[in-house]
């Protein structure tokens, strides 16, 4: 059996594809810069982001990927890597990413690498899936919650449980 490799497996998103993936009986290694205090279920295989670390890919058939840098650039040997031992990559981008738009095109420095990196994905030879979500990603400071109580009396549903929500819809079932 081949192992999915998390980025970001200890965020919003994240915990919810280690969920279902640990729910459908797949072996899971996912990435936390705090292994120890990552809280991910039982037999999930924690490890840091270290793609150097001796191992670090043995046995990954498919990689989901949250990126946490500002730059593409350290991704080159990242794709290089998944492309030797990997079948597929998914990245979930930023939506600020105009399809279809030069990297050096695209409107702020956030689309720019964002661009770079499905560029880069997208010619690696891998077999590829870039998901572009936006708005249940926000996760709005809590005055913005009390601010709705004040104006309407009632209690708003933070943005942050409906992107919990709707997160989970990223989750997929494993092929």
């Known amino acids: ?13 994240g915990r919810r594809v280690v969920a279902r993936l640990t729910w459908a009986g797949a072996a899971v290694r996912a990435t936390s810069r705090h292994p120890r205090t990552a809280g991910l279920p039982a037999g999930v295989e924690v490890v840091t982001p270290d793609l150097d670390a001796p191992g670090a890919l043995d046995g990954v058939g498919a990689a989901f990927l949250m990126w946490p840098f500002h730059s ?16 597929g990559v998914v990245f979930m981008t930023g939506g600020d990413a105009r399809p279809g738009v ?14 770079a990196l499905e560029h880069l994905i997208e010619r690696s030879g891998i077999e590829w899936t870039i998901l572009s979500p936006s708005t ?23 943005l942050s449980a409906w992107a919990a929500e709707h997160a989970a819809d990223f989750g997929g079932e494993p092929r």
């Not at 926000?138 to 009632?154: C, D, E, K, M």
């Open 102 to 115: 030069a990297p050096e095109r695209q409107p702020t420095a956030v689309a720019r690498w964002h661009a």
């Open 136 to 158: 249940f990603m926000a996760n709005p400071p809590p005055a913005v919650s009390t601010a709705v109580l004040g104006i309407t009396g009632a209690p708003a549903t933070p």
């Open 1 to 13: 059996m081949s192992t999915y490799l998390l980025f970001g497996g200890t965020g919003n998103v």
């Open 72 to 87: 593409a650039e350290p991704a080159r040997p990242l794709a290089g890597a998944l492309k030797r031992h990997a079948r």
